[in-house]
């Protein structure tokens, strides 16, 4: 057995490629393009590290283009998540066992295979899949994800680090032991990188997984999941279960053996399998761990002494990259009257040079929302803020899905800070603004904090430093990610820890070493190396 002391240092940041005209990874990128969209995929089931096809099948298409079929999936029904929980739980021991070090050189391999060997074939899947822009997914399918590795086998060295004081006579040490029993992990259709972080950072800790990943991303999931398995992680850890989540869930529920629960979707959904597992809690082993990232109504606010310019490029950028489809993405704003028309003049300049349309032409800055109810959801707000008295359309408003689901990104102008569209979640391209009079920037602020019951994301744009010091202590618990002069989105790992309270899930900070505790049961361990041979204590000597 090996017994050198490994430590792994704390990585840099993957760098993102530019894709700029007449570089080679722009070539090769386009290659890979090609290549996923010359083949229909079949996507199996991944149990016990056997492929599994169930016959009962479903289509994964491009979004900007939903004639065209990437993917036929085969569909888990309840038998196939009974075999997935026994193989999880048959795997275990074994997995549960082995030297940290040996998981970390999976988990670093996986990196590695993402950086040289597949950067490219997973940025096309995800560009293909899920509508996403060449930047878009560069910066995460390919620099956050192999980050989430390379970082999480670096937090691993920090969290089996952290051992208790000793003292004279006594050896005092932690065992940081995986959960006993398997970890549910539901991964979004909108980060390919958080399909891999959701079955993975369980998995580096030492937990067996059943993976139910989303069905508008299936794509990059399976060319996740076989890189997982070229990469060396073992059979049965981690279970690959494409299919209707209803199904899914409704097994691993009643499940005595359900140790956690690691998800990232809609509020309404963390909040059933929540109360599900409430329903169910006479029936484990142990209380199971619930972490969830969940739903965002993120804002930015713009104080009078604000860089228009800088606060004008963040609200676009962050409220339409990935056509606002990001939880993080910016979705209301709040204007002070004297900087309105400075504000309005710069969205002028740059929303005409907002291009929506296919990812595969490089040009287009917005592409398409995931699907037909997605296309329908932002197409009934539009349409609810063109019917009232108390909004405008100033940009966008107008949608076409009869080739891709295309949003144009939309701003709306409100006089009711607590409109419909200042409120609610959307999840699409949509950004509505509220312009509010100077002197009521306190009371602004506490409508801003009391509007939504979200917490994920937010950013103040100011220069003075009063007014930003009171923002910061005003919004104290209305975003767990709070941005001063920056967008709402793009947060980095290692840098930006991200994660939210409130209705916007656990605040547990994936890619950090807070999430990855919530996947350990600590055990102390004390051993006296003299152990005493007389129950009497000095003080019950006699004088």
């Not at 490629?17 to 995929?41: D, H, N, V």
């Not at 956690?260 to 199971?288: C, D, M």
């Not at 990001?326 to 004297?338: D, E, L, Q, W």
């Not at 709306?412 to 419909?420: G, L, N, Q, S, V």
Request: overall charge negative; charged content about 20%; proline content about 6%.
């Amino acid at each position: 057995m090996n017994n050198a002391l490994f430590t792994f240092a704390r990585p840099e940041n993957e760098p993102s490629m530019s894709y700029a005209p007449g570089c080679p990874e722009r070539e090769l990128l386009k290659e890979a393009i090609r290549e996923i969209e010359s083949e229909t995929a079949e996507i199996p089931l991944v149990i016990n590290g056997e492929f599994v096809r169930t016959g009962n099948t479903g289509s994964v298409v491009m979004p900007h283009d939903h004639g065209h079929k990437l993917a036929v999936y085969h569909k888990a029904g309840a038998e196939e998540m009974e075999r997935a929980i026994a193989a999880a739980n048959a795997a275990h021991e074994s997995w549960s066992n082995m030297p940290w070090t040996e998981r970390a050189s999976i988990v670093l391999k996986i990196a590695e295979l993402i950086d040289k060997k597949y950067r490219y074939i997973l940025n096309a899947a995800t560009m293909m899949g899920q509508s996403k822009s060449v930047w878009q997914a560069e910066i995460e399918a390919a620099s956050e994800t192999i980050d989430y590795f390379r970082f999480g086998v670096h937090c691993m060295n920090e969290l089996y680090g952290d051992q208790p004081a000793s003292e004279e006579g006594v050896i005092n040490r932690l065992e940081y032991r995986p959960l006993e029993g398997f970890v549910y992990a539901i991964s979004p259709f909108n980060f390919t990188a958080l399909a891999a972080n959701l079955p993975m950072a369980p998995v580096m800790i030492g937990n067996t997984v059943v993976w139910k990943p989303a069905t508008t991303s299936l794509l990059s999931s399976w060319y996740l999941m076989k890189i997982f398995m070229e990469a060396g992680v073992p059979a049965g850890v981690l279970n690959f279960m494409p299919g209707p989540g209803s199904v899914g869930s409704g097994v691993v529920l009643k499940s005595k053996d359900l140790a956690g629960i690691h998800f990232t979707g809609s509020t309404q959904v963390f909040n059933g399998l929540w109360k599900g597992v409430a329903e169910n809690l006479s029936l484990y082993r142990s209380y199971p761990r619930l972490v969830g990232e969940t739903g965002g109504k993120d804002f930015v606010f713009v104080h009078a002494s604000a860089d228009i310019k800088a606060a004008a490029t963040a609200m676009v950028r962050g409220a339409f990259e990935y056509q606002g489809q990001k939880c993080s993405a910016t979705s209301r704003a709040y204007i002070p009257a004297s900087r309105w028309d400075e504000l309005k003049a710069e969205f002028d300049i740059m929303m005409p040079q907002v291009r929506t349309g296919d990812p595969r032409d490089f040009r287009n800055f917005v592409n398409a929302v995931i699907d037909e109810a997605s296309f329908d959801n932002c197409m009934e707000y539009i349409e609810y803020a063109k019917g009232s008295p108390k909004a405008e359309i100033l940009f966008g408003g107008t949608g076409d899905k009869s080739v891709g689901y295309f949003v144009q990104p939309t701003i709306i102008k409100t006089t009711d800070p607590h409109f419909r569209s200042m409120e609610e979640e959307i999840f699409g391209p949509i950004l509505t603004v509220y312009v509010y009079d100077d002197d009521k920037f306190a009371e602004t602020l506490d409508i801003c904090n009391n509007t939504s019951p979200y917490a994920l994301t937010g950013a103040v744009f100011a220069t003075d430093r009063d007014a930003i010091n009171r923002a910061e202590n005003v919004l104290r618990y209305a975003a767990g990610n709070f941005y001063i002069n920056d967008k709402t989105t793009a947060a980095s790992i290692g840098l930006q820890p991200f994660g939210g309270a409130r209705a916007s899930g656990t605040n547990d900070k994936a890619g950090s070493k807070l999430n990855l505790i919530r996947w350990c049961s600590p055990r102390t361990i004390k051993e006296n190396l003299l152990p005493p041979h007389d129950f009497k204590y000095p003080y019950m000597q006699e004088d």
